[in-house]
């Protein structure tokens, strides 16, 4: 495998569910990011992890917690959501999170409907 | 603030030009990408240009920079079918990190 999978492709789940997104990223890169993507609405960034830190919570509501064990994966748990959070939620990676470290490699999503 | 704003359709003929705009306000913005969807896929870097230069072209694409106007736009030259797709505009953040600010994206369709 290469580059960034992310897991599940598509998921479907009550309001008072619980479920966790994965991401994946085989590129042996120091960052990890998550972007909500809503139809005609900008890509919102969430979180940015560097080394396993988190250091961008973009003002994220608090049902939606990321986790980030390594490098290499990143999760996003979820709990009492909202039909409002239905959206792609889309997994990146870059070579380290610095200022301008350059191209983000991005997985090709978990579509996420909220009933 | 942060905001990086486009059109959100362009429909071209095929073997015409397609220009894609984008204007964004960090100024002091570094570098600016312009990144391309699929349908079912995630976000592919397709070019970028460093806000020192005016101009960058690589193969049909055309990238210009306006930084009086904080303008910048894509021309993809003989657009064909394949080039279908939502097109972002981002602008790196002038924060400590590598965080981009992308526009809601372009769907280009390209038709016979």
């Known amino acids: 495998e290469t580059g960034v999978t992310q897991t599940p492709r598509h998921l479907v789940m009550g309001m008072t569910n619980k479920k966790s997104l994965k991401c994946e990223q085989h590129l042996g890169h120091n960052a990890m990011y998550w972007y909500k993507q809503s139809a005609k609405k900008p890509l919102e960034l969430m979180f940015v992890?560097?080394?396993?830190?988190?250091?961008e919570n973009n003002s994220v509501p608090s049902r939606f917690s990321p986790e980030c064990p390594n490098s290499s994966h990143l999760f996003l748990h979820l709990h009492t959501l909202q039909p409002e959070d239905s959206a792609l939620y889309l997994c990146a990676s870059s070579q380290d999170a610095g200022r301008d470290a350059g191209e983000l490699f991005f997985g090709e999503g978990s579509r996420l409907t909220v009933l | 603030g942060e905001d990086v704003e486009q059109s959100l359709f362009l429909s071209v003929r095929e073997g015409d030009s397609s220009v894609i705009n984008c204007t964004y306000t960090d100024s002091s913005s570094t570098y600016l990408y312009w990144y391309k969807q699929e349908p079912g896929a995630g976000l592919q870097l397709l070019t970028y240009?460093?806000?020192?230069?005016d101009m960058k072209q690589d193969q049909r694409l055309t990238v210009l920079l306006n930084k009086k106007d904080k303008h910048l736009s894509l021309r993809i030259a003989d657009t064909q079918t394949g080039d279908s797709a939502i097109y972002f505009c981002a602008e790196a953040f002038s924060g400590g990190y590598n965080k981009l600010i992308f526009g809601a994206g372009t769907r280009l369709a390209v038709h016979p």
């Open positions: 240009i460093f806000s020192n230069m």
């Open positions: 992890y560097s080394l396993e830190e988190r250091v």
